[in-house]
């Protein structure tokens, strides 16, 4: 992989986001292997993918999967548990258009917020997801088994967009005084 030519990346790769299906599998491990030290394996994406609340997608272009997000559903949030892209379409706006699409799933009354965890040493992540108007909520101790590295919980909330978005513009509180 050429590491700088994927860093200069910026057009937008036109993309179908759909549902996970069994074919999939040898995209998505390739994906899952050169994004990770530590990846899952095909057992570790099918026994996931087998429970109830677990949810696969993958973004495709040209018949080729060179995205995917694994999350679970919950009462109150969606919470994603594996993410990546394919190393050679990394910042071409798959990533963003995937987050998109699960932020498009919320709603005020049902499911609000997103939460991840992301390894303390994965930086680019990290500043993947606060570029999606992720926050960073508190730090997870030796949160992963495989290397006891600590994560950050990291959190998106349909109300703080909403909030952000129709906030009117106070030109008499900047001048005031604390």
């Not at 040898?26 to 677990?54: G, H, I, M, P």
């Not at 998109?100 to 609000?112: N, Q, V």
């Not at 978005?165 to 900047?174: C, D, G, L, M, T």
Request: charged letters at 30%; proline letters at 1%; glycine letters at 4%.
């Amino acid at each position: 992989m050429n590491a700088t030519r994927t860093m200069e990346r910026t057009e937008t790769v036109k993309i179908h986001i759909r549902w996970m299906i069994r074919r999939d599998m040898a995209d998505v491990l390739k994906a899952e292997q050169e994004s990770f030290d530590y990846a899952w394996t095909e057992d570790d994406f099918l026994r996931c993918l087998r429970q109830r609340n677990c949810i696969g997608m993958v973004a495709e272009t040209k018949d080729r999967v060179i995205g995917f997000m694994i999350y679970e559903l919950h009462k109150s949030r969606l919470h994603v548990l594996n993410f990546a892209v394919a190393p050679n379409f990394r910042r071409s706006g798959i990533g963003c258009q995937m987050v998109g699409k699960l932020i498009g799933k919320l709603s005020s009354h049902r499911r609000s917020k997103i939460t991840l965890a992301v390894r303390e040493r994965n930086l680019s992540a990290q500043l993947f997801f606060r570029h999606q108007d992720f926050k960073a909520k508190r730090v997870l101790r030796k949160y992963y088994e495989d290397s006891g590295e600590d994560a950050f919980l990291m959190e998106y909330r349909i109300d703080d967009a909403i909030e952000e978005a129709v906030a009117p513009f106070n030109r008499i509180a900047q001048f005031e005084e604390n």
